[in-house]
């Protein structure tokens, strides 16, 4: 049968998928309605939905109530046999990241799906051979941790072409600026606030701060860290705060180091940007003759391992790992299916009390 014989019925179907499958219509994207479809095929609006429909159980386009049709993702990507939902994380091992990764398999396991897991080691260069590497891969969807998300990043054009796939993307901790995708997060500038509040509650006012510069968890807490001050009008001094990267870890969180040291002489409590950081800083305090927390008394964030590892217990905001990492898992298999395009999730920041801290027993 000729083009010119095939009923218009089915050159309406023939046209859709050749549109989708020549990429004329990204996936993800808006479909043409009902109305201009009947108009330029010349069949009825009843013809039109039906074809659609078929369509949609076909798995070529997928309605969403209120908006319209869009153009879903290849057949092959939606088979019951593809189900694997790729996680970059920065760190894969240690710290917290074992909590988060147990909390994803957990809800993944019980829906059928596979996790393939990868590590960035938060370097642009190993996220861009993880994403490269798993654009070749028949994934369903993506869950990651974006790498130094405070800065530009060069790897948005690959995070773009997951999108042109209709792979849906979901950031954890963090998300980058120059996309609007769905993201989880601990809300951190809470965390910021309730972390110095109880210093300042305890009497503290020379109140100093260490903070990440290149991820956008240490921006935020530090903007927690800066609301709590200003509402009981202590002075935020530049001395009073210091901030690292990545890559200068070891040589900012170090006794040789003059501003962390100018940072300790000046003040009577610290917010330190994790339990890393706060075990570092402590030893450092102890190789100086002084102690935690009778001259300084220290706040960290995530309640990991290392808290309790040391014989002075941190006082520390506490991170949801596990169920951050269920929440994850959860929000992305909806968005595979359809059942929720985007999410916007924080989690409420709580502080856990413990012997880093104590009263200031005269003001500064």
């Not at 309406?12 to 996936?27: P, V």
């Not at 220290?298 to 941190?314: G, T, Y």
């Amino acid at each position: 049968m000729t083009d010119v014989d095939k009923p218009k019925y089915q050159k309406l179907r023939d046209y859709i998928i050749e549109t989708i499958s020549s990429g004329k219509i990204k996936a993800g994207k808006k479909f043409y309605s009902e109305n201009e479809l009947a108009e330029h095929f010349e069949i009825s609006r009843s013809t039109v939905r039906q074809a659609i429909g078929e369509l949609v159980n076909e798995g070529w386009l997928y309605r969403v109530q209120g908006k319209g049709t869009f153009v879903n993702r290849q057949p092959l990507q939606n088979s019951d046999k593809v189900k694997t939902i790729a996680v970059v994380t920065t760190y894969l091992n240690d710290y917290i990241f074992p909590s988060i990764i147990r909390g994803i398999d957990s809800v993944l396991s019980v829906n059928s799906y596979n996790m393939l897991l990868s590590c960035t080691g938060n370097q642009y260069q190993k996220e861009r051979l993880c994403l490269e590497n798993l654009l070749n891969q028949n994934i369903s969807g993506l869950i990651v941790e974006p790498t130094k998300s405070a800065l530009p990043n060069p790897n948005i054009d690959l995070y773009k072409k997951f999108a042109d796939l209709g792979i849906p993307v979901l950031f954890m901790h963090g998300s980058y600026r120059e996309l609007d995708s769905s993201y989880i997060v601990e809300d951190d500038n809470e965390a910021g606030y309730l972390a110095t509040k109880h210093l300042i509650e305890l009497g503290h006012k020379n109140i100093g701060g260490i903070f990440k510069i290149d991820d956008i968890q240490g921006h935020y807490r530090f903007a927690g860290f800066q609301r709590a001050k200003r509402e009981t009008d202590l002075e935020i001094l530049d001395s009073l705060v210091m901030w690292y990267e990545t890559n200068d870890l070891s040589e900012k969180i170090d006794i040789s180091n003059h501003q962390l040291e100018n940072l300790l002489c000046q003040c009577s409590a610290l917010v330190c940007y994790n339990d890393q950081i706060a075990v570092k800083v402590m030893d450092v305090i102890r190789k100086k003759g002084l102690k935690v927390p009778e001259d300084i008394s220290l706040v960290s964030f995530d309640d990991s391992q290392l808290a309790l590892a040391s014989e002075v217990k941190l006082t520390t905001v506490a991170h949801p790992k596990e169920a951050l990492g269920c929440e994850a898992a959860k929000s992305i298999i909806n968005m595979i299916e359809r059942k929720q395009d985007y999410y916007a999730l924080k989690f409420k920041p709580e502080l856990v009390l413990r012997n880093s801290t104590q009263q200031k027993l005269s003001y500064d």
